[in-house]
């Protein structure tokens, strides 16, 4: 019987991790991801692609589009749009050191006549969304936005403006994603 050491144990234990990486090409390593469950697409809503775009140290990614709704209803209210409301679902992450205030009214809605619309004030409120909202450092948070556009009007695009990174003295510039 060969006798093994207890120094030569632990060095061949020691160095086992470092000589697998997973599932990642040779000599990388694997950055593990959380494992959400799935959830429901909301009442009509086009699941979007998951792309998502940064403006200073917030991320942006749309999740849910919802166009053509004729009318709001709400625990208090109910409103009609002069056009159509839109309901966008949107996941905004910090990636900055510090607290960032994220400002609904700034995030825009482009149609396909080229037209920015802002988040609408009335349907914001009947459905008790934030005007704004501060997002902690490493924090992801989901909300909507609604928009009153033309009728017959399509959904192009949104044009998202992050806040400015520690140090900066103006907002990023916006970052453009299509809706589709």
């Known amino acids: 019987m060969?006798?093994?050491?207890a120094a030569a144990v632990v060095i061949?234990?020691?160095?086992?991790?470092a000589c697998s990486t997973g599932t990642g090409p040779p000599g990388t390593t694997v950055t593990p991801t959380y494992r959400?469950?799935?959830?429901?697409?909301?009442?009509?809503?086009?699941?979007?692609?998951?792309?998502?775009?940064?403006?200073g140290d917030l991320a942006f990614t749309p999740i849910g589009l919802r166009a053509g709704i004729p009318e709001l209803v709400g625990s208090h209210a109910?409103?009609?749009?002069?056009?159509?409301?839109v309901r966008i679902r949107l996941i905004a992450e910090n990636g900055g050191r510090?607290?960032?205030?994220?400002?609904?009214?700034?995030?825009?809605?482009i149609t396909?006549?080229?037209?920015?619309?802002?988040?609408?004030?009335?349907?914001?409120?009947?459905?008790r969304q934030p005007g704004s909202i501060d997002v902690g450092a490493a924090v992801r948070i989901e909300l909507d936005l609604w928009y009153d556009i033309p009728l017959g009007?399509?959904?192009?695009?949104?044009?998202?403006?992050?806040?400015?990174?520690?140090g900066a003295v103006s907002d990023p510039p916006g970052a453009d994603?299509?809706?589709s």
Do not use: C, F, N
């Open 2 to 5: 060969r006798r093994i050491s």
């Open 12 to 17: 061949t234990a020691w160095g086992l991790p």
């Open 36 to 55: 959400l469950p799935p959830r429901p697409v909301r009442d009509g809503e086009t699941p979007l692609s998951g792309k998502t775009v940064r403006s």
């Open 78 to 85: 109910d409103v009609r749009p002069r056009g159509q409301y």
């Open 98 to 109: 510090t607290t960032q205030t994220l400002d609904s009214g700034k995030q825009l809605l």
């Open 112 to 127: 396909t006549d080229g037209g920015a619309h802002r988040p609408d004030r009335d349907a914001m409120l009947v459905k």
């Open 153 to 166: 009007e399509k959904t192009r695009a949104l044009r998202l403006v992050g806040t400015p990174s520690v």
């Open 177 to 179: 994603i299509a809706l």
